[in-house]
């Protein structure tokens, strides 16, 4: 997950959000995420930045969701509250049939940044 949202999609045919959102590219601008330096030293902070307007590429804070969310620091500390992921985790460990659930749907749990191992209300 390293390199998720880090470079421009491609597929003009990533039309919906769901589909957006389960790519593991960037669409526009504001969904793009800082890549960590080599050797995945942490190169920004998980702490948002205060200048709404910063273009600086070198500043150290994020500047959207995704990259607090997706930060190695944060990414998968805290169980999903999403209802619809928490049936497919149910649906996973009972071995039953997925096939009830979009694959739009399945792209998304996938990628999503929070753990799923725990029922959470």
């Not at 999903?80 to 460990?93: A, D, G, W």
């Not at 039953?96 to 929070?114: G, R």
Request: glycine share 2%.
């Amino acid at each position: 997950m390293s390199e998720f949202k880090t470079e421009i999609c491609q597929d003009l045919n990533h039309k919906s959000n769901e589909e957006q959102l389960s790519c593991m590219n960037y669409h526009i601008s504001d969904g793009r995420r800082k890549l960590f330096g080599k050797n995945k030293n942490l190169t920004h902070s998980t702490n948002k930045c205060e200048n709404i307007d910063c273009k600086d590429i070198n500043c150290v804070f994020a500047h959207n969701e995704l990259e607090i969310l997706y930060h190695p620091l944060k990414y998968k500390t805290e169980a999903c509250k999403s209802m619809t992921h928490i049936k497919v985790r149910i649906f996973k460990q009972n071995n039953l049939p997925l096939t009830q659930f979009p694959q739009s749907l399945m792209e998304a749990y996938m990628v999503c940044p929070f753990f799923h191992d725990e029922i959470t209300d």
